[in-house]
């Protein structure tokens, strides 16, 4: 649940910020650095970050900003652990389908505020299509838009069952596809009917995308 709040200034002046991020040498800090510091990994739709170098149980404010630093995307609000790292992968997946570059800000004590900078791609998308005109026995598969050489698990359901899967790696455009053409997954001899075909395990973002085809023989 988001919270209600009145953003306070951060804790670098918009000078000094514009001056660090126009710089050569402008990126997340190294673990090793002295204060915060974060990485920010974008991807479809939303942007994994991870983080330390905070206060033992600080309250860190997490912004999602355009590259202008004209416009919040997003904001949250997270822990800190007793060490002071984030105790585990935190996403800002609230971008209101902003598609681009985006600057990611930490606000935490002992401050100053920490950066990072990454891109946000469009939401991964698959299909399904029977081998029309005649169904010979296989479904085919294809999809846009994943994160350029994942590996992707492809699983066919027929009546409820899991009949076939494999891995594919995603091609340097974002596609699901073998060579220039979709997948081809076996059905059950004699199957008629309904099937799901399911992408998941792509890594780093690992929702599950679905194509649904009503008819498939």
Known sequence: MKLSWRRPPLLLSAVVVVAA????????????????HITAVGGP?????????FNADATVRLEALTPDLGKVLDTIYVHANWIGYL??????????GYIGNVWVAADGAPGPTAWART????????????????????VYVGGSYFPPGATVRLLLIADSNP???????????GRI?????????PLPPGFDGGVIVVAEEFDP????????LSQAC
């Open 21 to 36: 991020l126009a710089g050569p040498t402008m990126a997340a800090a190294p673990a090793y650095a002295a204060g915060p």
């Open 87 to 96: 105790d585990a992968n935190v996403y800002l997946d609230n971008l209101g």
């Open 45 to 53: 739709g939303e942007i994994m970050i991870q983080g330390g170098g």
């Open 177 to 185: 596809e073998d060579g220039t053409t979709n997948y081809a997954m």
């Open 163 to 173: 009949v076939d899967s494999f891995d594919v790696t995603v091609s340097a455009t």
């Open 205 to 212: 973002y690992g929702p599950e995308i679905w194509a649904v």
């Open 119 to 138: 891109q946000v791609t469009r939401a991964p998308v698959m299909w399904a299509l029977n081998s029309a005109p005649a169904c010979q026995g296989n």
